[in-house]
């Protein structure tokens, strides 16, 4: 008898991630029902060796992830996809704010998420949301294709002094001292926090 198990992971956001796991799994003889970003689902058979669980785990872990092992990790890492995909997709024009932005996509209170964020990360979902947006600035100003004015209106800033405070207050470097220093550190997405 045939039966569906699906896991939520950690630490996956991007588009990457999922031809990798995808292909490692097959591999491992694993049937991939679905993957999208955080989730997996599998079909699990009866002549299926009892330690699948183990198996999936060892693979994504050999490729940097982890199975969530309970609700509040699954909301985290749901706050965290949601907030990447916004700043992957340029221009980032949020029509309400982050955090209206965030209940209406996670189907959940706002206060809750922000709670169960902060105590699982340690950083609040604004700090956090802003250390992306510097992350999408740095490759922006690496790129050399925008002015620092239309990074700000790409990154929906009221101001380019506003983008500009931000910037130096993760970085420490101006948006000038960091484009003409080009000892351009970046961090990936997902491991930002």
């Keep these: 008898m045939d039966s569906q198990r699906e896991y939520w992971i950690k630490n996956m956001v991007c588009s990457r991630c999922l ?11 694993v049937e991939v029902l679905s993957l999208e970003l955080g989730k ?34 699954m909301i985290v890492e749901n706050i965290k996809i949601t907030l990447i995909e916004l700043v992957t997709d340029l221009p980032l024009h949020i029509k309400e704010k982050t955090s ?35 992350e999408r600035v740095k490759e922006l100003i690496q790129l050399q294709q925008h002015a620092f004015s239309d990074i700000a ?4 800033y009221s101001s380019v002094n506003h ?5 130096k207050n993760v970085t420490g ?21």
Excluded at 19 to 29: C, P, T, Y
Excluded at 163 to 167: E, G, M, N
């Design 153 to 156: 209106y790409l990154l929906d």
């Design 19 to 29: 031809k990798v796991i995808k292909q490692d799994l097959e591999e491992i003889g």
């Design 173 to 193: 470097l101006s948006m000038t001292d960091y484009k003409n220093s080009q000892v351009w550190e970046r961090s990936f997405l997902d491991e930002i926090i």
């Design 163 to 167: 983008l500009s405070r931000q910037f």
């Design 40 to 73: 997996l689902s599998v079909r699990i058979t009866t002549e299926i060796d009892k330690k699948i669980d183990l198996k999936i785990a060892e693979v994504l872990h050999s490729n940097g992830f982890e199975i969530a092992k309970n609700e509040e990790e």
């Design 100 to 134: 209206e932005h965030l209940a209406a996509e996670l189907h959940r209170d706002y206060k809750m998420l922000s709670k169960i964020f902060s105590k699982k990360e340690n950083i609040t979902i604004e700090k956090y949301f802003i250390k992306l947006k510097v």
